[in-house]
T-cell receptor
Framework: AQSVTQPDIHITVSEGASLELRCNYS??????LFWYVQSPGQGLQLLLK??????LVQGIKGFEAEFKRSQSSFNLRKPSVHWSDAAEYFC?????????????FGTGTKLQVIP | DGGITQSPKYLFRKEGQNVTLSCEQN?????MYWYRQDPGQGLRLIYY???????QKGDIAEGYSVSREKKESFPLTVTSAQKNPTAFYLC??????????????FGPGTRLTVL
């Protein structure tokens, strides 16, 4: 069975600093990979996704993620964080499961941005 | 605007009561999903449906029931058999893609509290 690990429960960065959120997965093949963001009390918004091809994926709000097969990782990055980026971020993997794509979510990383 | 709506935003239930959470989408998506989110945990799949009049149990279906009478609607009933129903409930939808590259899009969520 697949699994997703987000090792950092909580991260604090200064506004304007760079950001990297870690995501590692376990699966026997290359899964589909997603990053979602959730503001308090809201639903999840898709930031970016990787299905195949170029391993560096660009998303919305200036985020990007890099798929590294050798490390089973899909880390999310942003060169300069804005206060509005404070939220919880979820990494997810999708794998084939009986005719549909089963998506497994990580436990999330809460981002705090300080001025 | 196309999207997913969930109602109500907040719901309070007395012990022993059944309650129904509404989920409607106008994205013309075939598949719909219900997830439960608890603090510090990822999202866990309750039920999913890929086509009208058909649905499948997810990882934590016990104490929940669903119906899919219309493509646009996928209501979730939390029954009195669900021992710990206080949680944030998220509905999602996606296309059904032969290559399983479908992406799930989320509604704003319903917070259920048992009194």
């Amino acid at each position: 069975a697949q699994s997703v690990t987000q090792p950092d429960i909580h991260i604090t960065v200064s506004e304007g600093a760079s950001l990297e959120l870690r995501c590692n997965y376990s699966y026997g093949a290359t899964p589909y990979l997603f990053w979602y963001v959730q503001s308090p009390g809201q639903g999840l918004q898709l930031l970016l996704k990787y299905f195949s091809g170029d391993t560096l994926v660009q998303g919305i709000k200036g985020f990007e993620a890099e798929f590294k097969r050798s490390q089973s990782s899909f880390n999310l990055r942003k060169p300069s964080v804005h206060w509005s980026d404070a939220a919880e971020y979820f990494c997810a993997v999708g794998v084939p499961a009986g005719g549909y794509q089963k998506v497994t979510f990580g436990t999330g990383t809460k981002l705090q941005v300080i001025p | 605007d196309g999207g997913i709506t969930q109602s109500p935003k907040y719901l309070f239930r007395k012990e022993g009561q059944n309650v129904t959470l509404s989920c409607e989408q106008n994205l013309n998506h075939d598949a719909m999903y219900w997830y439960r989110q608890d603090p510090g945990q990822g999202l866990r799949l309750i039920y999913y449906s890929q086509i009208v009049n058909d649905f499948q149990k997810g990882d934590i279906a016990e104490g929940y029931s669903v119906s899919r009478e219309k493509k646009e609607s996928f209501p979730l009933t939390v029954t009195s058999a669900q021992k710990n129903p206080t949680a944030f409930y998220l509905c999602a939808s996606s296309i059904v893609d032969y290559f399983l590259t479908d992406t799930q899009y989320f509604g704003p969520g319903t917070r259920l509290t048992v009194l």
